[in-house]
């Protein structure tokens, strides 16, 4: 949804950087591991000793190695390649997890029962893109739904970063959001599927 509206205005910004990484001899997948291993790191090393704040504004750092990567793929002499593509999805599903484990090691550590919320989070939101790799497997578009990665990463990301500048109730309301948009757009994507197997 955000990223289908923003996506151009975000492409025209990003395609010089890419170009001129691209001539120095930087790779798209290169770009994916250094984005993938900060973004881990950073998960695991800050969250779960509450460093929110900082840890947040590291990880969406590396976090945007996401949006070169695919431009540098796209816009490279060879082309996009199935590779690439494969292993940029599945580093999606790895980081995505590192951030909410990192919450959640936190939240496990001070006995606060919003660990569960988050797991329950962690699972729709590893079951969103499953969802879609399967029924495309069967020839089945499906890339619908009310939260896709993107708006999962940034209301987890903002609730995160929010709870660290001390602001109340808000790492509650952004983990128990992203949990029932994320239910939600399993439950749309089900019914995709259902509707064009029928």
Known sequence: MISGIFKPAVTR??????????????????????????????????????????????????????????????????????????????????????????LALFLIRHDDKLAIVVLIALVTGMLVPYIRAKAESFSIPCSGGIAERTERLIISLCAIALDGLGVPYVLSIGIWLLALLAFITVVQRLIIIKKAMV
């Open 13 to 102: 910004f990003i395609t010089p950087v890419a170009s001129f990484a691209l001539r120095i001899g930087i790779t798209a997948n290169a770009v994916t591991w250094v984005g993938a291993i900060g973004v881990l790191l950073s998960s695991l090393f800050f969250y779960p000793r509450g460093d929110f704040l900082r840890g947040t504004a590291i990880i969406a750092l590396f976090a945007l190695s996401d949006l070169f990567d695919g431009a540098m793929a796209r816009i490279s002499k060879v082309g996009a390649s199935r590779w690439g593509g494969f292993l940029d999805s599945t580093i999606d599903r790895i980081t995505d997890s590192a951030i909410l484990i990192g």
